[in-house]
């Protein structure tokens, strides 16, 4: 019944009990708000693109940090049409970072005149509660495409090598969503 979060596609069946549920993805328009393309210039010159998370109204996001490396400024772009120009996207400056890890790859930074787009933001809960064999989903711009994909998978396994576990503490999730760099 959350037609906003929803998008029903079909009913599947469930064997061997044969009952039926409701087969659904997430709706793009449910992101649009907290997920964006970023693009890293070097003066001028792209040298870095990925995707990013809002996670507060106030703008704060996190992508990786080897999207920021060597930036000396970027913009995010936001699937949400600009009233102000009648574009169909929304590009807002990326003014301040607060944490840059490369080891561990993640950048926090905050986003320029985010109150403009914050009608659009959903507060998603995150829960580091997991468990192998659930669903998985990865939403973001793959290959640095235009518009945002959202694919479904399975979590197979965790994964953390010796190096991972002593250095960096990293442990990580193998999952069957398509996920490609800018993911």
Known sequence: ND????????????????????????????FIGNVFQIIATDLDTPNGAGSAFVFNEDGWFITNAHVMENAYKAQAIFEIPNERTGESFTYLNINEGTYYNLDKDIYIGKIENYNTIKAYYKNIPVSLNYE?????????????????????????????TLADKLYSGNTYIYSTSYIAPGS
């Open 3 to 30: 037609n906003e979060k929803w998008d029903y596609i079909e009913w599947q069946q469930e064997t061997p009990a044969n009952d039926y549920y409701a087969y659904c993805l997430p709706q793009k328009s449910y």
């Open 132 to 160: 192998i064999g659930g669903t998985t989903y990865s939403v973001g711009y793959p290959n640095a495409t235009a518009l945002m994909e959202i694919n479904e998978g399975v979590g197979v396994m965790e994964y953390a």
